[in-house]
């Protein structure tokens, strides 16, 4: 059964960096795309970032050139490295993959990010 475990998750203060890690538990194979969302209180979760089975990748408005995605050369881990950190950055963040195979798409349990002003 292939799984999403995400780290990297903290409080850090406004102007300052975290990074997210998204591993794959299982086989890769029949991956295609992997992203990051984030979902604030009373808020719809949002993508943030995804990264293609090759280098390309793609930013939400609101991260561009703050966030940077990219993933290690076995493709077994995605990053999402955020400087620039801003209270309004302050969410739960989930990693996602899409597959090929049913099930179609995985989510990870989940990490949160807080940007304190």
């Known amino acids: 059964q292939v799984q999403l475990v995400e780290s990297g998750g903290g409080l850090v203060q406004a102007g300052g960096s975290l990074r997210l890690s998204c591993t794959v538990s299982?086989?890769?194979?029949?991956?295609?795309?992997m992203g990051w969302y984030r979902q604030a209180p009373g808020k719809q979760r949002e993508l943030v970032a995804n990264?293609?089975?090759?280098?390309?990748?793609h930013y939400a408005d609101f991260v561009k050139g703050r966030f940077t995605i990219f993933r290690d050369n076995a493709k077994t881990t995605v990053y999402l490295q955020m400087n620039s950190l801003k209270p309004e950055d302050t969410a739960v963040y989930y990693c996602?993959?899409?597959?090929?195979?049913?099930?179609?798409?995985?989510w990870g349990q989940g990490t949160q990010v807080t940007v304190s002003s």
């Open positions: 996602n993959a899409a597959r090929r195979v049913s099930p179609y798409e995985l």
């Open positions: 299982g086989s890769i194979f029949s991956i295609t795309v």
């Open positions: 990264i293609g089975s090759g280098t390309s990748t």
